[in-house]
């Protein structure tokens, strides 16, 4: 197959060039020996995804070619193509280092046989060819061209149909006799109005219910306060009460401290005092 770089021919025809004969399976089964190889099972695994790729590449070409791209039968197709082409690219590599390791260490693998290895290396140049191949035709200028070409007369055809369905509205609008935008001012001032009104109930009734709560808050103030003053009421005439007790008292003391047994009752609080010291140490002996 011929590179997609090459102007002698059209890409898309190069694209869809029908393949050699038999280059991506179903493949004939392993050599004697190599029945374990795990190379044969990734090879017959790459190369159905690959002929599986192929058969969707045909079926974007044919959507590309005969179809708009901005339909979402083609947007599918297109999708589907890229993340089938960028699988098989993976898979591609990790053969390749495998078919690397091989050419590298020949030693080490005395069961695969040269001509074995060159089968190898063949299939995976021709899984890669492909794959530039398709590349080649999904993102050629032309291809690109195409998509955008599409998409701005999609574009254009959808601005056509909202306008063909504006404009006739706008134009029976147009038609309408003076009087129905009368009344229609006229209701849209009476629902303004209604809506002034409706509004200013409920600030009215928010102040009312805020009054309430304060006339209940005064009241319970009022509670308080008349009994913190019965306390202080209370209060004072126990302090009273105390205070009359105490001049007596004090008055007594000093008739005693005046009368003429002074020297006696000093001698008594000497006594006391002296009593108390003893008592103290002997506590501390």
Known sequence: MSRAGSTSEPLLARASAPPPANPLGPFPPPPLGLETDPFFVFRDELGLATRTCLARFERWQDLLQHSSTADAAFHEENTA?????AQIQQNVAHLERVVSLVERKRADFP??????????????????????????????????????????????????????????????????PDYEDEESLDESHRLTHDAVLKEQDVVLDEISASLGNLSTVSREINTEVNAHSRMLDDMHADTSSVMGGLDG????????LNSPSRGMTCGIVFLVVVLLVLVMLVALL
């Not at 193509?81 to 082409?85: E, F, G």
Request: charged residues 35%; aromatic residues 2%; proline residues 3%.
């Open 111 to 176: 069961a695969i046989s040269d001509h074995d290895l060159a089968e190898r290396r063949r299939f995976l140049h021709e899984v890669q060819q492909r794959v530039r191949d398709m590349n080649a035709a999904v993102t050629a200028p032309e291809t690109l061209r195409k998509l955008e070409t599409d998409k701005m007369a999609e574009a254009e055809a959808r601005r056509k149909a909202r306008s063909a369905t504006v404009v006739p509205a706008v134009a029976a609008a147009s038609r309408r």
């Open 81 to 85: 193509l890229r993340k089938s082409l």
């Open 249 to 256: 008292a004090m008055g007594r003391l000093d008739l005693i």
